[in-house]
C-alpha cells in the first residue's frame, strides 16, 4: 500500500507543473497600519530575479498570479521602510497574511543626500544632466534644456557653441522645425524627465546633420505598479498663461506604459523696434525709419506623448512611442508704426500697418523599435521604423495705411495670402551592437525619405485684378531620400579607451518650383568619420580629444523661394540655391576629479547656412534670407565646476570664452564680403539646495551672462538673465508646489546690429522672459516608485544579503 503513496509524492511536482498558483496578502506598518501600493515582488532564488511583481491595493492587499510551482523570495518594498525577503515553497495557493515593513532612518537619510541636487556626469563624447526629483524639473521641458551644461538660448533658439541643436526623445529624433520645436518642449512636463544628454560631437550612430544634440531621457518605471499625476501651471507676465497636464505610468512583467499629455492655453506678447538708416551711393544718410511693432499671439497647443513596452520574452522588447503635437486656431496679431524721417531728421511720413496671421498646425509621429538579445551576454540587434505626418496652414491678411508729416492720408496697400503645407517622413534603419573582449562594435545600415509640398496664394495684392498675383504665388515640391550605413567600435587598454567610426550617407534631393520653372538637384556620397580617445590620469582625473565631420543640409523651408511680409516693406524668403556645408569638430577635455572639466574646442564651419538681413537702399526694404557664407570658424575654452559644496548645496559654474566669425557675400552692399567677428565671454552659474532636514524644501538659483554674439549677418549685445524658484513636498510627497521667478534684473532680451559699408539696421525684441510661474503636481497610485535606473532595487538585495 505505501507504493501507490510513494508514486504519488514522486509525481506530485509533474501534477503541479501545469498549475497556475496564486500568493495573497497584505503589506503593514510596524502599528499595523496598512501600506498602500507597497511594492511586492517574487524573485527567483537562485539569481534573484525578478519572476512577478505588482503594487498593493489602497489598503495595502496584494494578490500575484499565474506562478508556476516551485520555491521563491517574496519582497515587499515601501518608501523610507526595510525591504524583507520571505522564502515561499509554493506548491497550492497561499494566503501569507501581512507582511511587516520597519522603518529604515539610514536609506532615507542616503535618499535625502543623492536625490536633491541635479548631478552633471561628463563621459567622452557627452554630458548627462541628471534632473529627475529636483526643483529644475518642475518646469517644462524647454526650461530645463535652458540650464543644461552648455546650452545657450539665443531668440529661444537652443545652440550649443554657436551650432543650433538637435532635439532627441529617448534617443530618436525628433521632427520639428525650430520653432515648433518649442511649443513641443513647452508640452513636456519636467518630472517626466530623468536626464538631459548634451552631446556636442556625436558619435558615427547618429545622423551625420544633427550637429550637436540633446537627448531628453524620460523617466520609467523600475518596479511593478502604477502610478500618475495631473500638473497645473499658472504663470504672470504681460499677460497670464495656463498649462494642465496629467502623466500615467504602468508597469507589469511584460508590459510598461507611459502617457502623457499637456494643453497650454497662451497669450504672448513681444515689443519689437526695428530701426533702419538708408544710405545713398555717396555713403549719406537719406532716410531714417524706426519702426515699433506690437505682436500679440494666441495659442492652444496641446501635446501628447506615448510610449509602449512590451516584453514577449527575456530577449525581445517590443516599443511603441508616438508623440502628437495640436495647434488649431493660432492667431497672430501685429501692429506696426513706422516714422520715416529725411536726413536731416525731419519727418516725412508715417506708416500705420495691421496684419493678422490665423495657423493651424497637426503632426504626429511614430515610433516602432523591435529589439532582440542574441545569445551572447550583452549582443543584440535592433530594428526600427519611423513615420511623421505635419499638416501645416496659415491666412494672412495685411494692410498697410500712407500718412504725409501732416498726419493727412497718402494711400493704402493690402494683401491677403493662402499658404499650406505638408510633409511625409518616413525612415528604416537596422543597428547591430556586440560586446567585444575590453570593449564593443556596433553597426548598422538607415534610410529615409522626406516628401514635402507647399503652396501659396497672394489674393487681392493692392486690389488689382486678376484675383491673386501669379508672379507671388507659387507650389513648391521638395523631394530627399539619403541612404546611410555606419561602424563604429569602443576598445580599452588598460588606462586608454578608444571610440571611433564611421559613417557613409547618399543624399539625393530635388526641389521644384512651379512658378519659378526651376528645379534644383543635388546628388552627393560623403564620409563623416568620429573619433573620441580618452587618457585615465591616475584614479581621478582623465583627458579626452575627439573629432567628427558632420553637414548640415538645407532645410525645406529654407529653400522654399516663398516670401512672407511683415508689411512690404519688411519680408523674408527662402533661398533655392542652398548648399549643405560641411564641418570639421575638435575638442580636447581635461577631467579633474570628476569636479573641474576644462574644454578647448576649434570648429571649422565651412560654407555654414546663415539667415543674413539686407537693406535695399534703393527700394528701401529690408530683406532676411538664408545663404551659404563664404567661411565660418568658432573656436574657444570651456570650464565647468560641478560638485556638492555641502550635502545639501550643489554648485554647478560653467565659463567659455570664444571666438566666432563668418565672412558672407554683402549682396546689396558696394563691397563683393564682409567678414563679421566677436569674441565673447558665456557664463552659467546655478545652485541648487535642500534647506529642511526632511527634503522637503528645495531651493534653486541660476545667473547667466552673455556678452555679445553673432546672428548672421547681425552683432548681438550683452544679456543677463537672473531667475530663482523654490519647491516643496506635501503630504508624504503625494504632491509639491512650486514658485519661479525669471529674468528677475530684465536684462535677457539684447538688442541686433548690422552696421557696415551701406548697412545700418538694428534690431531690440523685448520678449516675455520676465515672469512668475506658480506650479502644483498631485501624485496618485504608487507615486513613489523611484525612477531612477534600477540600482535602488539591485542595493536593497545586496543590503538583505549582507544581513
Known amino acids: 500500500m505505501r507504493y501507490p503513496i510513494f508514486i504519488f509524492l514522486g509525481l506530485l511536482p509533474l501534477l503541479c507543473l501545469g498549475q497556475s498558483l496564486k500568493v495573497s496578502g497584505s503589506v503593514k506598518d510596524a502599528e499595523g497600519k496598512p501600506l498602500p501600493y507597497a511594492n511586492v515582488i517574487l524573485l527567483q532564488v537562485s539569481d534573484s530575479t525578478q519572476i512577478k511583481g505588482i503594487s498593493a491595493d489602497d489598503n495595502g492587499r496584494f494578490t500575484l498570479d499565474n ?3 516551485n520555491i521563491y523570495y517574496l519582497q515587499a518594498a515601501y518608501f523610507g521602510y526595510k525591504s524583507v525577503l520571505v522564502g515561499l515553497d509554493i506548491r497550492k495557493n497561499i494566503e501569507i497574511g501581512a507582511i511587516v515593513l520597519e522603518p529604515d532612518s539610514n536609506w532615507l537619510e542616503a535618499v535625502e543626500v543623492t536625490g536633491k541636487q541635479p548631478q552633471i556626469e561628463r563621459k567622452p563624447d557627452r554630458i548627462i544632466f541628471t534632473v529627475e526629483n529636483t ?18 538660448v539665443s531668440q529661444e533658439n537652443m545652440e550649443i557653441r554657436g551650432q543650433q541643436a538637435t532635439v532627441y526623445l529617448n534617443n530618436r529624433k525628433v ?10 518642449l513647452r508640452g513636456l512636463s519636467g518630472n517626466m524627465i530623468s536626464a538631459i544628454e548634451v552631446i556636442p560631437n556625436p558619435p558615427a550612430s547618429y545622423q551625420a546633420e544633427d550637429g550637436p544634440i540633446l537627448n531628453i531621457q524620460t ?21 497670464p498663461k495656463y498649462s494642465l497636464g496629467t502623466g500615467h505610468y504602468f508597469k507589469s512583467d511584460k508590459f510598461s506604459f507611459f502617457a502623457n499629455y499637456t494643453v497650454s492655453p497662451r497669450k504672448e506678447f513681444i515689443d519689437s523696434e526695428i530701426g533702419i538708416r538708408f544710405i545713398d551711393p555717396s555713403n549719406t544718410v537719406f ?19 506615448v510610449i509602449l513596452d512590451f516584453n514577449p520574452s527575456e530577449r525581445d522588447l517590443l516599443n511603441l512611442t508616438s508623440n502628437l503635437s495640436v495647434s488649431p486656431n493660432k492667431e497672430i496679431r501685429n501692429q506696426v508704426f513706422t516714422t520715416m524721417r529725411n536726413g536731416m531728421g525731419q519727418i516725412d511720413s508715417t506708416l500705420q500697418n495691421e496684419s493678422s496671421l490665423d495657423d493651424d498646425l497637426f503632426n504626429i509621429s511614430t515610433d516602432l523599435s523591435y529589439e532582440r538579445k542574441l545569445k551572447k551576454e550583452g549582443s543584440f540587434i535592433k530594428l526600427n521604423a519611423h513615420y511623421t505626418y505635419y499638416d501645416f496652414s496659415r491666412q494672412q491678411i495685411g494692410a498697410s495705411d500712407y500718412f504725409d508729416s501732416a498726419g493727412q492720408f497718402i494711400r493704402t496697400f493690402g494683401f491677403s495670402t493662402d499658404a499650406r503645407q505638408d510633409i511625409g517622413i518616413l525612415t528604416g534603419q537596422f543597428d547591430f551592437y556586440t560586446p567585444t573582449k575590453s570593449g564593443n562594435f556596433e553597426t548598422g545600415i538607415r534610410g529615409s525619405s522626406i516628401r514635402s509640398n507647399s503652396t501659396i496664394d497672394y489674393f487681392d495684392v493692392n486690389n488689382t485684378q486678376p484675383p491673386f498675383n501669379i508672379a507671388l504665388s507659387d507650389v513648391f515640391e521638395y523631394d530627399e531620400e539619403v541612404g546611410a550605413i555606419y561602424a563604429s567600435f569602443y576598445q580599452d587598454w588598460g588606462k586608454w579607451s578608444l571610440k571611433a567610426g564611421l559613417r557613409g550617407e547618399q543624399t539625393h534631393v530635388e526641389a521644384r518650383s512651379i512658378a519659378l520653372d526651376q528645379i534644383n538637384t543635388q546628388d552627393y556620397f560623403e564620409l563623416f568619420p568620429s573619433f573620441f580617445l580618452s587618457r585615465k590620469l591616475g584614479e581621478e582625473n582623465s583627458f579626452t580629444f575627439d573629432y567628427s565631420r558632420s553637414l548640415t543640409r538645407p532645410k525645406y523651408s529654407d529653400l522654399n523661394p516663398f516670401r512672407y511680409f511683415l508689411n512690404e516693406n519688411d519680408f523674408d524668403e527662402g533661398n533655392p540655391n542652398l548648399v549643405p556645408n560641411f564641418s570639421h569638430n575638435f575638442n580636447l577635455n581635461f577631467n579633474i576629479k570628476d569636479t573641474y572639466f576644462i574644454d578647448f574646442y576649434y570648429r571649422d564651419n565651412g560654407a555654414y547656412i546663415s539667415q543674413l538681413t539686407f537693406q535695399d537702399n534703393q ?22 565646476l560641478a560638485t556638492s559644496i555641502t550635502p545639501k548645496w550643489y554648485l ?38 535642500t534647506l529642511s532636514k526632511d ?48 529674468d528677475l534684473l530684465r536684462k535677457a532680451n539684447p538688442t541686433f546690429v548690422s552696421r557696415y559699408a551701406n548697412q545700418d539696421n538694428t534690431f531690440f525684441g523685448r520678449r516675455e522672459t520676465q515672469f512668475v510661474r506658480l506650479s502644483f503636481t498631485y501624485n496618485f497610485g504608487n507615486f513613489r516608485l523611484n525612477n531612477n535606473d534600477g540600482e535602488i532595487r539591485k542595493s536593497e538585495l545586496q543590503r538583505l544579503d549582507n544581513e
Open 695 to 742: 527634503g522637503s524644501w528645495k531651493a534653486d538659483t541660476s545667473f547667466t551672462y552673455l556678452s555679445g554674439f553673432l546672428y548672421g549677418s547681425f552683432q548681438v549685445s550683452d544679456n543677463a538673465i537672473l531667475n530663482a524658484g523654490i519647491r516643496k513636498s506635501l503630504w508624504n510627497n503625494r504632491a509639491v508646489l512650486s514658485l519661479t521667478a525669471e
Open 175 to 184: 521632427q520639428l522645425s525650430s520653432d515648433e520645436i518649442k511649443d513641443f
Open 287 to 305: 532716410a531714417d525709419w524706426n519702426t515699433d511693432n506690437e505682436i500679440t499671439t494666441r495659442s492652444w497647443a496641446q501635446q501628447g506623448t
Open 619 to 640: 527700394n528701401q526694404t529690408l530683406r532676411e534670407i538664408k545663404q551659404n557664407v563664404l567661411e565660418s570658424t568658432s573656436y574657444g575654452i570651456d570650464l565647468t
Open 67 to 69: 506562478i508556476d510551482p
Open 652 to 689: 554647478y559654474f560653467y565659463n567659455s570664452i570664444f571666438y566666432e566669425d563668418e565672412t558672407f557675400l554683402a549682396v546689396e552692399s558696394l563691397i563683393d564680403s564682409y567678414k563679421n567677428k566677436v569674441s565673447g565671454y558665456y557664463g552659467s552659474l546655478s545652485n541648487s539646495f
Open 135 to 152: 526643483v529644475v524639473s518642475e518646469g517644462n521641458a524647454f526650461d530645463i534644456l535652458k540650464r543644461s551644461p552648455g546650452v545657450i
Open 219 to 239: 523617466t520609467s518605471n523600475v518596479a511593478p505598479g502604477y502610478k500618475g499625476n495631473i500638473r497645473a501651471q499658472a504663470e504672470q507676465s504681460v499677460f
